[in-house]
Each structure stands twice: as C-alpha cells, then as structure tokens.
C-alpha cells in the first residue's frame, strides 16, 4: 500500500480548497497517510479525514499519548527519540524523519517561512520522493521545476531573510562592511522574537543594494 508523509505549517487555521482537492484524491485511491500530532497543518489534516470517515492514517508522535489525536480509530505510532535531548525541535526532527523516510510521497503545505516544512521539502528531495508542495503566499501548487533545492532555498530566504554572513557570502563583501551599509536601510531589517530576545535578519533585496552600493564606496 502507497504512502503519503502530509506536513505543513503550525500556523494554519484552514485547509485550503487545492489541498482539500489532493486529500480527497489520496481517500479515493486509499493512500495510506502519516500525520503527525502538532496544531496547525497536523491538526486539520485528522480533523478533514476523521469528517470525511477515512481512517487509514497514522499519527506519529514522540509521546506515549500524541498531543492531538482527532479520532480514536486513527492508529498511533511511538517514535523513540532521546528524551535528553534538550531541543524540542531536534526530538521533532526525528519523527518528521521517520515519516519521511517511511512514504512514497511527501506532501506539504508551506507558508515558506516554517523550518521544519523546508526541511522535510529538502529530505524529500534528498531522497528521490515524490513531492508536493503547496505553497501559501502564492495559494498555488509548486510546479514540478521548481522542486529543486535552489528554488526552495530562494523561497525560504525570501520570507526568512539572511544573516550578514549570508549577506557576505552572496555579495562577496566583508562583514565589516556589510555591517556598515546595512545600517542605512533599516526598513529592510527582518525582527523576530524568540524567548524574549529579539535576532535580526535582513531581507534578500539587500544583495543587489549592497552590491550597487559597494562600487560607489
């Protein structure tokens, strides 16, 4: 029986109609689904099946009882990680691996900005499954050309941002300098906060400034 690995972003609320369209296409042809237990894209995934009374789907989960679970006659696989490790996302990882390494096809729903969705689109691509990405800013499918890493790796910098040793490294620039010119274009810094503390990337456009900037200086 064929399976489909389904992740996606935690910080959806809804199904959108083309995803609705690819679920309703793996009941028809009785794919066997693996899920896993996180909000988000996890969440309505059990909760579009359970409605529609497909139950050939496994939740995995790294805890003895999975943190959502839609319907009891879902069927539940533990997935033994190290409990010392400190991370939450490196336990994570190791479920989404499992999941990935034990389908024939990856789905995912990706707002481009999620870290764990690109990393399963990568290890998709890394292992000759077949894929399908569901990209939100644009509410389109991915063509087939553009799952490759490159393009992926765009996308996610693209919503993400980079890191000034990203900026050097594409701009062929020193950090001392990239320091200095990417003060002036404070609009395009990219804030996120996390456990308090606020960390700084900077938006893709800052490449070809910087570049232009660099031959008057």
């Given at each position: ?6 992740s ?6 809804t199904?959108?109609?083309i995803?609705?369209k690819s679920?309703?296409?793996i009941?028809?042809?009785?794919i066997?689904?693996l899920?896993g ?6 969440s ?5 099946f ?17 943190r959502?679970?839609k319907n009891?006659n879902?069927k539940?696989?533990l997935i ?5 490790i400190?991370s ?13 390494l ?6 995912v729903v990706?707002?481009?900005?999620s870290k764990?969705?690109?990393?399963n689109?990568q ?7 077949l894929?399908?990405v569901?990209?939100?800013?644009d509410?389109?499918?991915l063509e087939?050309n553009?799952?490759?890493?490159n393009?992926?790796n ?6 993400n941002?980079l890191?000034?040793?990203?900026l050097?490294k594409?701009?062929?620039?020193s950090?001392s300098?990239i320091?200095?010119?990417v003060?002036?274009?404070?609009e ?19 490449i070809?400034i910087?570049?232009?900037?660099s031959l008057?200086?």
């Amino acid at each position: 029986m064929k399976k489909v690995f389904i992740s996606g972003s935690i910080n959806l609320n809804t199904l959108p109609k083309i995803v609705e369209k690819s679920l309703k296409t793996i009941q028809e042809k009785n794919i066997k689904v693996l899920v896993g237990d996180a909000k988000g894209i996890d969440s309505l995934i059990q909760d579009y099946f359970s409605n529609n009374k497909y139950f050939n789907l496994n939740i995995c989960s790294i805890y003895q009882t999975p943190r959502n679970r839609k319907n009891n006659n879902f069927k539940t696989i533990l997935i033994e990680v190290d409990m010392d490790i400190k991370s939450e996302r490196k336990k994570q990882e190791k479920k989404d691996e499992y999941m990935s390494l034990n389908s024939d096809y990856s789905f995912v729903v990706w707002d481009g900005k999620s870290k764990g969705s690109f990393n399963n689109i990568q290890r998709a691509l890394e292992n000759d499954k077949l894929l399908k990405v569901y990209y939100t800013k644009d509410d389109r499918l991915l063509e087939e050309n553009e799952l490759n890493r490159n393009t992926i790796n765009k996308i996610y910098e693209k919503n993400n941002g980079l890191t000034l040793r990203e900026l050097a490294k594409y701009t062929n620039l020193s950090l001392s300098i990239i320091k200095e010119h990417v003060k002036k274009h404070k609009e395009l810094y990219i804030a996120s906060t996390f456990r308090g503390k606020t960390n700084y990337k900077y938006d893709v456009r800052l490449i070809d400034i910087l570049k232009q900037e660099s031959l008057f200086s």
